[in-house]
T-cell receptor
Framework: DTGVSQDPRHKITKRGQNVTFRCDPISEHNRLYWYRQTLGQGPEFLTYFQNEAQLEKSRLLSDRFSAERPKGSFSTLEIQRTEQGDSAMYLC?????????????FGQGTRLTVV | QKEVEQNSGPLSVPEGAIASLNCTYSDRGSQSFFWYRQYSGKSPELIMFIYSNGDKEDGRFTAQLNKASQYVSLLIRDSQPSDSATYLCAVNEGGGSQGNLIFGKGTKLSVKP
């Protein structure tokens, strides 16, 4: 399978715990994005990388969220001290190219439930 | 605040009809425009992209872009029940690295047999 892969697919955690999600992009894609989606809403941008550089991060993103892409391949998204409001689908996407003219493909997402 | 606006629907069309989905965006610097299809509980799937003014056709799908009016649309011809899904319009954020995609809330399409 050469698509974007996310792990785990589902995560249930207790409030206050830390969670980490992994995303493996399409091979050779240099851009990797993280989005969050709640019911009835479109995906909300969190951050994106070009190769290993984190180029943009949403101003809405709490300091509890951090993302890495250490070797320009897979990426991790960590949420510290989870809150019930963090419950959402976390989507990863990847694309090839620079500038604006690049198509992004999504993985199947990680559904987080904070209880 | 840069925004992408879509009619949330639901939009209901009979099987075989043309479904027309519309989207407006606020950022005049945007250069790339995308339509994603999302089935309930699944992740978004890219179905069309358009970078230049005018029409772009791919099978039963036609994307239309009018940058002067900041308007992009998606037409689905010969609609099938399997087209029933939420359709998300996404626009790249102009300025900066231009990599960020801004999504609308989506239009829910229902195709009735």
């Amino acid at each position: 399978d050469t698509g974007v892969s996310q792990d785990p697919r589902h995560k249930i955690t207790k409030r206050g715990q830390n969670v980490t999600f992994r995303c493996d992009p399409i091979s050779e894609h240099n851009r990797l994005y993280w989005y969050r989606q709640t019911l009835g809403q479109g995906p909300e941008f969190l951050t994106y990388f070009q190769n290993e550089a984190q180029l943009e991060k949403s101003r809405l993103l709490s300091d509890r969220f951090s993302a890495e892409r250490p070797k320009g391949s897979f990426s991790t998204l960590e949420i510290q001290r989870t809150e019930q409001g963090d419950s959402a689908m976390y989507l990863c996407a990847s694309s090839l190219g620079q500038g604006a003219l690049t198509e992004a493909f999504f993985g199947q997402g990680t559904r987080l439930t904070v209880v | 605040q840069k925004e992408v606006e879509q009619n949330s629907g639901p939009l209901s069309v009979p099987e075989g009809a043309i479904a027309s989905l519309n989207c407006t965006y606020s950022d005049r610097g945007s250069q790339s425009f995308f339509w994603y299809r999302q089935y309930s509980g699944k992740s978004p799937e890219l179905i069309m992209f358009i970078y230049s003014n005018g029409d772009k056709e791919d099978g039963r799908f036609t994307a239309q872009l009018n940058k002067a009016s900041q308007y992009v649309s998606l037409l689905i011809r010969d609609s099938q029940p399997s087209d029933s899904a939420t359709y998300l319009c996404a626009v790249n954020e102009g300025g900066g690295s231009q990599g960020n995609l801004i999504f609308g809330k989506g239009t829910k399409l229902s195709v009735k047999p």
